[in-house]
């Protein structure tokens, strides 16, 4: 066969080579991080500065350097000072499960493309079902992340509450949602992908602890039912991503039983506070909900990206994306919840299901309630730590693992102060020991922190502060 390459690319000896000695750098890089045995959380570099340098790589490069520079030129996810993203350090056994999915690469459009893999997404979303409380009426299905999750249950709540079929015959009439000012951007994109547009966006002002004000929704409701805006849908936040505040979820859902709504809580973040057994209060009232969505990817410790997006009724997750490809799909009397593309946007994704099953078989859903339960408590301690320290304020009291505050000084005006926060969270980027983010909230700049590592302590919580401070101190703002 006069095919070397090829025979070289799918060769299992040299497969089995590459795969034991990067097994041994990702193990010697988890050592290395997760016990901060190197000080930096991010080796940042400038866009330009990077793209050169995989320019050069490429052409100049060592072939035995790729992955560990590839490791090292990253985000250092597994580090305690990584409190920056919502984006989980992965449990290394995921790491195991992505392998298989990227060797064996079942498609899961249709059943006999994705067999092992489609069962378990149904014992796994009938698990999630029941966590929340649903009944067996309910289902569910994974989907790549909590972006496409929440379209497409804005897209079952439109063509289950109205009586036009818009997936069919279009629409001419203004429809709407209803949701936070502080809810994640993805539900206004999903909105406008939809064509609902500005006037189709009602957003709830929130109170001062930033939770959707659930006593203004009967004066917004009418205030858009009186432009002829019909509003289908009302998304709760659970948290918002921003400031780690859950909405009312049982006050929303009060208000969307009366007035025929459908229900939907984004739940990407916090949503498997479900598991929880000291903090499943943040989510009272999701059991009432049509629709809710959970990452796993961010607090079930699994890679990007998998999101499980549950429904109370399963009819309506199967009817979402009703037509026919008679090549892949056949029309079925019974339900076929095993043809996954008849249920999702996506055709093809990946096997990620079997990421939720391996850490529910080895681990047993305790380990969820472990890592939500840490986490949850490590952000109320650093938020105890800012609430008493005197040059430091938070923009609200943490109910989560999300924690924003900002450094103050009495003597700088609100634009000074906004500048000077934002140039310390530049500069610890730049130094890299820390990873943490910003935001901005009522015109007030913040720093945000998201406890994402069960590793990370209150000495690595002081220690931050302390690099703080000594950066301000060299700040000329201040000492002017």
């Known amino acids: 066969m006069k095919i070397p390459l090829l ?55 060592r072939e035995e350097t790729l992955f560990s520079e590839i490791t090292k030129r990253t985000t250092y996810v597994h580090h305690p000072h990584y409190i920056g993203h919502q984006v989980s350090p992965t449990a290394p056994i995921t790491a195991l499960t992505g392998a298989i999915s990227s060797l064996l690469n079942n498609g899961m459009a249709v059943y006999e493309m994705g067999m092992a893999s489609s ?24 989907t790549s992340g909590g ?12 063509k289950a509450v109205l009586d036009h079929d818009v997936w069919t015959e279009g629409h001419s009439k203004p429809l709407g949602i209803m949701v936070s000012s502080e809810a994640h951007y993805c539900v206004e994109r999903a909105a406008k992908i939809m064509g609902l547009g500005e006037q189709g966006i009602i957003k709830i002002p929130v ?41 009312d979820l049982k006050g929303i859902g009060q208000f969307a039983k009366a007035h025929n709504l459908w229900f939907h809580v984004d739940g990407a973040h916090g949503g498997a506070a479900i598991f929880s057994q000291k903090y499943s209060h943040t989510v009272a009232g999701m059991d009432q909900a049509d629709s809710v969505v959970i990452d796993g990817h961010k607090m079930m410790m699994m890679p990007t990206i998998t999101t499980a997006l549950l429904m109370k009724n399963g009819t309506n997750a ?22 996954s593309g008849k249920r999702t946007f996506e055709c093809t994704k990946n096997m990620m299901s079997i990421h939720w099953y391996t850490l529910l078989k080895v ?18 301690l650093f938020g105890e730590i800012i609430a008493n320290h005197p040059d430091f ?14 450094y103050k000084n009495d003597a700088l005006d609100l634009a000074s102060l906004n500048k000077l926060n934002a140039a310390l969270r530049r500069a610890l980027l730049e130094e890299g020991e820390y990873y943490i983010v910003q935001t901005k909230l009522q015109g007030i700049h ?31 703002t201040v000492q002017a």
């Open 7 to 61: 025979q070289q690319a799918y060769s299992p000896e040299d497969f089995r080579k590459r795969g034991h000695l990067l097994i041994d750098e990702l193990a010697d890089h988890l050592d290395d991080k997760l016990k901060a045995k190197t000080s930096k959380a991010i080796h940042w570099n400038e866009p330009e500065f990077e793209l050169q340098f995989w320019k050069d790589f490429l052409e100049t490069g």
């Open 119 to 142: 069962a378990i997404e149904r014992v796994v979303t009938d698990m999630l079902c029941k966590q929340i409380g649903y009944d067996t009426n309910s289902r569910g299905f994974l």
């Open 147 to 158: 972006t496409l999750a929440n379209l497409t249950a804005l897209l079952g709540a439109r």
């Open 207 to 247: 109170t001062n602890g930033y939770a959707m004000d659930v006593s203004q929704l009967k004066a917004r409701f009418d205030e858009a039912a009186s432009k002829g805006v019909e509003i289908f849908a009302i998304i709760g936040s659970a948290p918002s991503t921003a400031t780690g505040v859950y909405d």
């Open 318 to 339: 199967s009817a979402t994306f009703s037509q026919k490809a008679d090549y892949l799909l056949t029309q079925e009397d019974h339900e076929d919840w095993y043809n």
């Open 363 to 380: 681990y047993g859903v305790e380990i969820f309630d472990e890592f939500v339960t840490h986490l949850y408590d490590m952000g109320y």
């Open 393 to 406: 304020e938070l923009a609200v009291t943490p109910v989560s693992n999300i924690v924003c505050f900002r």
């Open 446 to 476: 913040y720093l945000r922190v998201t406890v994402m590592n069960p590793f990370t302590t209150e000495v690595h919580f002081q220690r931050l502060l302390d690099k703080v401070i000594e950066w301000v101190l060299g700040y000329p």
